[in-house]
């Protein structure tokens, strides 16, 4: 089993900036693809950021330029750069790794962009 635990969310104003992390109860170093969903209430989940090895990283059109997927290795963590934040950005995200034949998912947290 690997744990994924997020954390940095919140409420923010608009034009705000918040850090998402993701820390892996295990080495991130061989996996292929690391991700952040979110979902909105009364919304699908939607894939926000992916990076993929041997391939940039890919964003949603709706955060491309304003959000900034990374990783680190050495600390077993993904983060998630959120910047110029929006109203329509508040959601609950969750980061989603594939280890080998298994998918895990963080448990969720909370950003709010509100005024």
């Known amino acids: 089993q690997v744990q994924l635990v997020e954390s940095g969310g919140g409420l923010v104003q608009p034009g705000g900036s918040l850090r998402l992390s993701c820390a892996a109860s295990?080495?991130?170093?061989?996996?292929?693809?690391l991700a952040w969903y979110r979902q909105a209430p009364g919304k699908q989940r939607e894939l926000v950021a992916e990076?993929?090895?041997?391939?940039?990283?890919s964003y949603v059109d709706a955060v491309e330029g304003r959000f900034t997927i990374s990783r680190d290795n050495s600390k077993n963590t993904l983060y998630l750069q959120m910047d110029n934040l929006k109203p329509e950005d508040t959601a609950v995200y969750y980061c989603?790794?594939?280890?080998?034949?298994?998918?895990?998912w963080g448990q969720g947290t909370q950003v709010t962009v509100s005024s």
């Open positions: 990076m993929t090895r041997g391939l940039g990283p």
């Open positions: 989603h790794m594939v280890f080998g034949p298994n998918n895990y």
């Open positions: 295990r080495s991130i170093a061989g996996i292929v693809t």
